[in-house]
T-cell receptor
Framework: GEDVEQSLFLSVREGDSSVINCTYT??????LYWYKQEPGAGLQLLTY?????DMKQDQRLTVLLNKKDKHLSLRIADTQTGDSAIYFC????????????FGAGTRLFVKA | DVKVTQSSRYLVKRTGEKVFLECVQD?????MFWYRQDPGLGLRLIYF???????EKGDIPEGYSVSREKKERFSLILESASTNQTSMYLC??????????????FGSGTRLTVV
C-alpha cells in the first residue's frame, strides 16, 4: 500500500531556513499536504499542493514537489522558536478524502 | 471559528473498562475519522464514516468500534480497554467534495492512559 516517509527529527538555529523532506510511493497521489502539530494540540493544515504543480509559496513557507522522484519538501524561511512543532506530510490519491496517508511526522526543534 | 471538539483532553481508565471517546464537529462535514497517534508511528486510521450510520474500518480497527447516530457526532468505543490502547486519539472531519480535497480539520486530541 501507500507509504509516506519522513525523517523524525530536525534541529535548526533561529533565523535559519528549515527544510523538511518527505517521500511517498503512490504516483497517483493528487493532493499533498503539510500539517503542523504544536505540543498538546491536534494537527493543523498548513498548506497543500496539487500534483500538477512544482512549487507553491505562502509567506515564509515554500512547498516543492518533485513528482518524478515522489519527493515533497517544506521550506520554512527565517525559522522562529514558534515554528517548533511536529510537521506531518500527507498524501491523498483522489477527491474522496478517505485514503489520506500520513507520514510519521518530523519534529522540528528551533534553537534560540 | 469552525472546529472539531473532543470531549476530554486526558483520560485514565482501568484495563477491561468500556471507554467512550466523543467527537463533535460544527462544520456540517460528511466525513469523520478516528486516528491514534503513537511516537514514531505517526497517525494510524482506526475507523471512518462518510455519512450518518455509515462506518468503514481503517487500518487498525481491532479492539475498537464506532457510532455515528448524528452527522455532527462520531464516537469511538473501546469495548474492553487494554494497556496497548494507551495512546493519543485524534478525531478529524472533512467535507464531501467531488471537486477538491480540502484536507482535514482535527480536534485537539484525547490522551488516553489505560492502567
Amino acid at each position: 500500500g501507500e507509504d509516506v516517509e519522513q525523517s523524525l527529527f530536525l534541529s535548526v538555529r533561529e533565523g535559519d531556513s528549515s527544510v523538511i523532506n518527505c517521500t511517498y510511493t503512490d504516483s497517483s497521489s493528487t493532493y499533498l499536504y503539510w500539517y503542523k502539530q504544536e505540543p498538546g494540540a491536534g494537527l493543523q493544515l498548513l498548506t497543500y499542493i496539487f500534483s500538477n504543480m512544482d512549487m507553491k509559496q505562502d509567506q515564509r513557507l515554500t512547498v516543492l514537489l518533485n513528482k518524478k522522484d515522489k519527493h515533497l519538501s517544506l521550506r520554512i524561511a527565517d525559522t522562529q522558536t514558534g515554528d517548533s512543532a511536529i510537521y506531518f506530510c500527507a498524501v491523498a490519491p483522489n477527491t474522496g478524502g478517505f485514503k489520506t496517508i500520513f507520514g510519521a511526522g518530523t519534529r522540528l526543534f528551533v534553537k534560540a | 471559528d469552525v472546529k472539531v471538539t473532543q470531549s476530554s483532553r486526558y483520560l485514565v481508565k482501568r484495563t477491561g473498562e468500556k471507554v467512550f471517546l466523543e467527537c463533535v464537529q460544527d462544520m456540517d462535514h460528511e466525513n469523520m475519522f478516528w486516528y491514534r497517534q503513537d511516537p514514531g508511528l505517526g497517525l494510524r486510521l482506526i475507523y471512518f464514516s462518510y455519512d450518518v450510520k455509515m462506518k468503514e474500518k481503517g487500518d487498525i480497527p481491532e479492539g475498537y468500534s464506532v457510532s455515528r447516530e448524528k452527522k455532527e457526532r462520531f464516537s469511538l468505543i473501546l469495548e474492553s480497554a487494554s494497556t496497548n490502547q494507551t495512546s493519543m486519539y485524534l478525531c478529524a472531519s472533512s467535507p464531501l467534495s467531488r471537486d477538491f480535497n480540502y484536507g482535514y480539520t482535527f480536534g485537539s486530541g484525547t490522551r488516553l492512559t489505560v492502567v
